[in-house]
């Protein structure tokens, strides 16, 4: 540069005064890696005072402000119009790390661009790839300011030559900008005319950009300091949010709330069922408005339960450990629940662990809507993403213990009212007949023989009401007995090999004859028994067997409340020995088919559902299991349901046990 201040031209120089040797690589290339950035000219001249009253001003500038838009912004305004560039760009790594003694952050991750004037996002993409390839690792060993004299034909940018050209700009200046050795990212200069920087003006330049680096790490590390504290903040304030409430309902809400503040604008939980484990979608919410084009629609009516390993939820289901994915392509392919139009941007998944245990999993996403003001997730967000669901494991584990808790007190409150209305009914009518009975006793001696006769026919059937009412009392009692043996897991069965047709047999005979007691005009039901072959044995507790088939004819007896044909098969099949007892009755939906066999479970849908204590097919299932088989059922609503029994064959030397 003159005296006056003109730019002049100058070819750079190594620092020996010699021009550096210029080597290029096969195939027009880049040159090679001892001289792929030139040297830059000592040029001796005395800096401008304006110059250095502009630095003095920068420099005060990056040791008052913490804020790290601000300061790179009023970084790159300030050397924009102090050297006359015509545009100017600072690339910084993305994020920042602590070094392995827990001291300096380091910044690690990605490229991006921090700051630029006069930029285009074309270029920008451009020369972030170029830095990401190879020359940001270059510049580290470098550590020293490079100047390009003619950025449109150097075949060091190789790649962005033709962009440059586009661009418009002849000349760069490339900053490192360097902590402890460390280069935390460049500052470049671009001129659209030749501009070659003097000695002082490098050697100024480089004490500067050593000062902004500083600068610029720790107004990161203070905002990074500040962003954890609000997220520390964030989650305290989540965490006794979540506990507030034992309502499983609330506690949810409250858990997607604290997602949408802290994570992601969209959230959808799974949990894991118990006895299951498939996790069921249960919550879904989005903080983002929808364009008017587009429909906002709840995915749970469309989510079906995942499997383990079945996409980003089932492969945190799964292994355990949080899912992030970023390329709208592998989110769509990932999940069940986001939409093509939604344009989901990123997508983090982490397991609900409560004691141990995996009980759900989180996800949070971004849906966009195609907009570029929805930042996408960052990986540093798994971390925080898993700190919150945590959280909201325990919370929702303790509000699902505390609702099981209430349910199994109203199943208990429920039983006891159960118990009391059905010890009241045989009851009452042991009375009232015993009544009769002592009543009929006192005239029946003076009366004639025929009048006798008549008056012990009543009493024989009042004796009989007597007897049947006692053997209802009898299962009441043997059905408490066998749930406590249950739950106390001291179920005892005597296994011998007897002959399965008889039991079933008896069993119909035995529901017909107390058709016969009931003397009163009744809807009437066939029984209709096949055998294949006609003796087919079985290693079985005959009392037990006969209980459970007891039950089932019973049962579709009580729930065919028009009648019909109760069909009973024994059947030996090629493995196994098959019972079945199909009516034609009122049938039962999906979700009563899968908790028939549970404790204290009543259909509801039955006209005198007060009847019984919920607990015949519970006990049926763990006495058919005790025997080595099991018990199933299949039905559909208005045609009826057929229960099967299926029992393993016998081997060639039985063991009977006893």
């Not at 009493?459 to 049947?468: D, F, P, Q």
């Not at 098959?578 to 039955?606: A, C, W």
């Amino acid at each position: 540069m003159s005296q006056d201040g003109r730019d002049t031209q100058a070819n750079p120089v190594s620092e020996d005064g010699r021009k550096p040797e210029i080597k290029h690589m096969e195939g027009g290339r880049t040159f090679n890696e001892a001289h792929r950035l030139e040297e830059l000219a000592p040029v001796q001249s005395a800096l401008r005072p304006e110059q250095a009253e502009a630095l003095l001003s920068i420099s005060a500038l990056l040791n008052r402000d913490l804020n790290p838009g601000r300061v790179l912004y009023g970084l790159i305004s300030q050397i924009k119009a102090l050297f006359h560039a015509d545009r100017v760009g600072v690339f910084l790594r993305q994020n920042l790390m602590a070094d392995n003694e827990g001291g300096l952050k380091l910044d690690l991750g990605p490229i991006v661009c921090a700051a630029s004037l006069g930029l285009s996002d074309e270029y920008l993409a451009a020369i972030i790839a170029f830095y990401e390839n190879k020359e940001f690792r270059h510049l580290q060993n470098l550590r020293r300011p490079v100047y390009i004299a003619n950025a449109q034909a150097d075949a060091r940018l190789n790649g962005l030559r033709s962009l440059n050209k586009q661009e418009g700009f002849q000349s760069v200046l490339t900053l490192p900008l360097l902590n402890r050795e460390n280069l935390i990212g460049v500052l470049d200069l671009y001129h659209d005319q030749a501009r070659v920087y003097s000695s002082d003006e490098i050697r100024l330049l480089a004490i500067f950009a050593n000062q902004a680096a500083l600068s610029i790490t720790n107004a990161r590390l203070y905002e990074e300091s500040r962003r954890r504290e609000l997220d520390s903040t964030r989650l305290s304030e989540a965490g006794r949010i979540f506990n507030s409430s034992l309502k499983l309902r609330e506690v949810l809400h409250n858990i997607a709330l604290a997602s949408m503040k802290i994570l992601g604008n969209s959230v959808m939980i799974f949990i894991v069922q118990d006895g299951t484990v498939t996790a069921t979608p249960i919550l879904w919410d989005s903080e983002i408005e929808a364009p008017g084009t587009i429909k906002k629609v709840s995915p749970l009516r469309t989510t079906h339960p995942i499997q383990p390993g079945e996409g980003a939820v089932g492969k945190t289901l799964q292994s355990g450990v949080p899912f992030f994915l970023t390329e709208r392509r592998d989110i769509l392919k990932a999940t069940a629940f986001t939409r093509p139009d939604e344009e989901v941007n990123s997508l983090v998944c982490v397991p609900l662990k409560a004691y141990g245990k995996t009980i759900g999993v989180l996800a949070s996403y971004q849906i966009t809507y195609g907009s570029d003001e929805v930042e996408p997730l960052e990986k540093r967000h798994m971390a925080l993403a898993t700190q919150l669901a945590d959280r909201a494991a325990i919370a929702i584990q303790n509000a699902r213990l505390y609702e099981a808790e209430k349910r199994e007190q109203r199943a208990k409150d429920e039983f006891l009212s159960l118990i009391s209305h059905e010890l009241r009914t045989p009851l009452t009518s042991i009375k009232g007949y015993n009544h009769l009975l002592y009543k009929r006793l006192d005239i029946i001696t003076p009366l004639e023989p025929e009048e006798q006769f008549k008056v012990m026919d009543g009493l024989r059937h009042y004796t009989e009401v007597i007897g049947t009412q006692i053997d209802r009392l009898q299962s009441l009692v043997e059905e408490l007995t066998s749930i406590s043996h249950i739950e106390t897991g001291k179920l005892e069965l005597k296994i011998t090999n007897i002959e399965l047709v008889s039991i079933v047999q008896d069993q119909i005979e035995r529901m017909e004859q107390e058709f016969k007691l009931a003397r009163q005009p009744r809807i009437r039901h066939q029984f209709e028994l096949k055998a294949v072959p006609q003796i087919i044995q079985a290693n079985v507790d005959p009392m037990a067997l006969s209980r459970v088939v007891r039950n089932l004819l019973s049962n579709a007896v009580k729930f065919s409340p028009k009648g019909g044909v109760v069909r009973v098969r024994v059947q030996r099949g090629s493995d196994e020995t098959y019972i079945t007892v199909q009516d034609e009755g009122i049938g039962m939906p999906l979700d009563v088919q899968e908790r028939i066999f549970e404790r204290f479970y009543k259909v509801n849908s039955h006209p005198n559902r007060a009847n019984g204590l919920g607990l015949g097919l519970y006990i049926s299932k763990h006495l058919i299991e005790g025997m080595g088989g099991r018990i199933k059922v299949e039905s559909s609503e208005g045609v009826g349901s057929t229960f099967t029994i299926s029992l393993p064959h016998i081997p060639a030397n039985p063991k009977i046990e006893t």
